[in-house]
């Protein structure tokens, strides 16, 4: 039904938001190094910025493709309905129900564990803007994991 590159697919979420997790990550183990523009960890951080820079870019070009061949199912740039939602017919609608059913009891469970998490033992936070990063990446791997079939049904047709 759907190819994985497709502007709707959750893999974008999930590659651009994995990038963001490294530059966080690497700004939390090396704060102080990654403003020395000669270390290793400063390229590294420019590498996967540059990378992000290019991901972003492909995923508009993707957007802007799938609206010139969709016009009546177009993608806004800004807004609040996620463009990863499939409600095409009913099979679609209700593999989205479920899938973000799943998220939101990830949600419910993973946010109170993090104040808890929080409360006892006081996280930095570096490594707090880590977690979250983390927690949105899970999040979109869960609903990539409850949505994969609509892609792979397209590759044995």
């Known amino acids: 039904m759907k190819k994985i590159l497709d502007a709707r697919s959750p893999f974008w979420q999930v590659f651009l938001y994995s990038l963001v997790l ?5 700004n939390a183990v090396n704060g102080d190094e990654v403003a020395n523009l000669s ?20 995923y508009t070009w993707q957007i802007i493709r799938h609206n ?8 806004r740039y800004f807004g609040l309905f996620p463009p990863e939602f499939l409600d095409e017919d009913e099979l679609l609608t209700a593999t989205t129900n479920k ?10 469970t993973v946010i109170p564990l993090l104040i808890i998490l929080n409360l006892l033992v006081k996280i930095p936070t570096e ?28 590759d044995e047709e």
């Open 22 to 26: 490294v530059v966080t990550i690497l």
């Open 39 to 58: 270390s290793a960890a400063a390229v590294a951080m420019i590498a996967i910025l540059v990378m992000l820079f290019i991901g972003a870019i492909a």
């Open 68 to 75: 010139k061949r969709h016009p009546k199912q177009r993608i």
């Open 99 to 108: 899938a973000t059913r799943r998220v939101y009891v990830y949600y419910a």
């Open 127 to 154: 490594w707090m803007l880590v977690i979250l990063t983390a927690v949105v990446v899970v999040h979109y791997l869960i609903y990539w994991s409850n949505v994969r079939f609509l892609w792979q049904i397209e």
